[in-house]
């Protein structure tokens, strides 16, 4: 079946069982609102009847049977929500597949300006290879499949990613709930660090003594309460009681206030976290990365779904002191903060160091499960051949994964060893820009662990570079052109052996470069041998990459020393009219098309010849 089919058929499924939900959501509340009513009624008529004693069972009998009446009203609801975001990811899903995003989410807060290719690649923004692949909610999930786009990895690592996302790629209900679980709670995408640095943070231990105090003293002021009911102990005694409970309380109240402020915000989306958790504990992949996550959400104590809904519990608990009638009525009386701080305190020494890890292996779950579902998504997509040990990109019939169906050309080249340029020329508008765009957004892909846009597709890991779309600043009197030696300039410090701005991991990388239109700020002459200068010294490197140019004498390099193969894109002039095929060609190119642009928008070109 063909997934827009399958994506059609889940949508309309979901939204029935939605419109089901509601039905019953409707229903329970006209229901509830009898039973409350009744209830009320009941008891009032019963005291009129002086029945004091079935009046108290009546009020009982009505309030145990409302909060169950309430109980199952959220478990409808709750139903009711999650079909809702089952029915839209579908929703969502169809949309993609015309390359029309319905999620808001770009992923622009984890690039920067600076980096080696996501502004020129389209790795972050509004259509963007995280907005096609993302199918991740959690703060971590998102941050996780940025760092696979932006950060080339190791091979070893690469075929993980593929393994665990073939094998998540046909459980389509799992996914697809997965996903729903986290869309619930919309507070589930902030980041859980503050709740971390808390968690982990060394803190002073809780004097011993409360421990006893906080169950000797309310068992005291209870006993003074019944006593003053009863008419034993003046009222008094109560109150002094009571001043006491607030005594002990100040010791504690900074600390209480404080891990108030830190866990409030994430006390609502760890009850989705562990709805989140239990999901990915069921699934028994057999992939090696599928087996470690499921591994590190186990303890010998909890799993880590039980963990954190105990974590939940304790924090929406001790969040009650936040509404004051209850701390005033309550939570004095009972010294709820201590029992809540020492229940958190054992809960940090037991699952703290933990933590952490179970939010980054359900990160790494999210961005596995949305290589899954681009997958799943396109399955004339191939899985790419990760090469060790040489430089290899083999690309058959690949197009631009950003582009939808009917609006692409495919290609195939071959590039193999270091040190050599693919030259490209071609007249304005032909294909060069999109082509190197193609090229790199499918290495890209390939880098991270997901399928790519083409019949065929090897490489070996590199770190991919490109000059596209320098600009000038105004901020910072940059020309453009100073821009783009500002960027080739980085180019050449990341092909350098001794540069100590580079990491280790990137320089022990070859560099995929895509340059396009390179030296276009300056005069014709300077081009050509700033261009000539800059390929042959990035032939001394393990650098290989792609050159875009109108320079046709930048070709006669191939003669000369063999390293630089050209192709071009060309138009031809049909009944006036410029067509391209947009198919890319051996050899220099050998027409152009500036003169008929031109004289399409009016110059008299014919003047100039004369």
């Known amino acids: 079946m063909l997934p827009e089919t399958t994506f059609l058929e889940r949508q309309q499924q979901f939204s029935q069982k939605e419109q089901t939900a509601q039905r019953k959501y409707n229903q329970l509340a006209f229901w509830r609102l009898v039973w409350f009513v009744g209830s009320i009624v009941a008891v009032w008529l019963l005291i009129r009847l002086d029945q004091q004693l079935a009046a108290v069972g009546t009020l009982l009998v009505g309030l145990i049977g409302f909060l169950v009446l309430l109980k199952w009203h959220q478990r409808i609801r709750y139903e009711r929500d999650l079909n809702h975001q089952i029915a839209f990811i579908n929703q969502d899903e169809l949309g993609r597949l015309k390359r029309q995003y319905i999620r808001t989410e770009t992923g622009e807060q984890f690039t920067s300006p600076t980096h080696y290719y996501a502004g020129d690649l389209d790795v972050f ?29 190791g091979s070893d690592s690469i075929r993980l990613r593929q393994e665990a996302a073939a094998e998540l790629n046909p459980k389509i209900d799992w996914r697809q709930e997965f996903e729903a679980l986290a869309y619930v709670e919309s507070t589930i995408s902030q980041s859980p660090d503050a709740l971390i640095k808390w968690i982990t943070a060394e803190v002073a231990p809780i004097p011993g003594y409360l421990a006893a105090i906080r169950f000797i003293f309310p068992a005291i002021t209870l006993g003074l309460f019944i006593a003053w009911l009863i008419g034993s102990v003046p009222g008094v005694a109560v109150l002094l009681a009571l001043a006491a409970h607030g005594l002990v309380l100040s010791q504690t109240s900074a600390r209480a206030q404080e891990v108030s402020e830190q866990t409030v915000e994430m006390s609502t989306a760890l009850k989705a976290y562990r709805a989140l958790f239990s999901q990915a504990e069921q699934f028994n992949g057999e992939s090696v990365r599928l087996r470690a996550i499921r591994q590190a959400l186990m303890t010998e104590k909890k799993s880590a ?34 029992h809540y701080l020492l229940r958190l305190e054992r809960w940090r020494q037991t ?29 004339s997509y191939t899985t790419p051949d990760i090469v060790d040990n040489q430089f290899v990109l083999e690309m058959t019939s690949a197009a631009h994964p950003l582009l939808a169906q009917n609006n692409s050309v495919a290609n195939s080249l071959v590039l193999r060893d270091s040190g050599k340029t693919i ?71 990341l092909t350098g052996s001794n540069q100590p701005n580079v990491s280790s991991a990137v320089k022990s990388l070859p560099v995929l470069y895509f340059l396009d239109e390179i030296l276009k700020g300056t005069n014709s002459a300077d081009r050509h041998r700033g261009a000539e200068a800059l390929i042959r010294q990035l032939h001394r490197t393990t650098a290989s990459g792609f050159v875009s140019t109108h320079d046709l004498e930048l070709g ?47 110059i008299e070109m014919d003047a100039v010849q004369k």
Request: hydrophobic share 40%.
């Open 351 to 379: 699952y703290g160091p933990s933590l952490r890890y179970w939010f980054e292996a359900l990160g790494e779950l999210e961005a596995l499960n949305s290589l899954a579902g681009f997958a799943y998504a396109h399955p």
């Open 423 to 493: 030259l490209i020329t071609g007249s304005n508008m032909s294909g060069k820009s999109t082509f190197l765009r193609t090229v790199g957004t499918n290495v890209v892909l390939s880098l991270a662990g997901a399928v790519v846009r083409a019949e065929r597709f090897r490489c070996s890991p590199v770190q991919v570079f490109t000059s596209m779309r320098t600009q000038d600043s105004l901020e910072e009197s940059t020309s453009s052109f100073y821009a783009e030696l500002k960027r080739l300039q980085t180019l050449i410090g």
């Open 125 to 153: 923004g509004k259509h963007s290879l995280f907005r096609l692949l993302n199918r991740t909610h959690t703060y971590g999930g998102q941050k996780r499949l940025a760092t696979w786009l932006k950060t080339p990895s």
């Open 305 to 338: 779904s039980e963990a954190i809904g105990q974590l939940g519990h304790l924090t929406e608990g001790l969040n009650y002191r936040r509404n004051p009638y209850f701390f005033l009525l309550f939570g004095v009386a009972s010294l709820w903060d201590i």
């Open 556 to 602: 006669q390099l191939t003669d000369a020393d063999g390293f630089v193969r050209n192709y071009h894109f060309q138009s031809d002039l049909n009944n006036g009219e410029l067509v391209f095929d947009y198919k890319l060609r051996d050899g220099i190119c050998k027409s152009f098309n500036a003169s008929q642009l031109m004289r399409a928008i009016g």
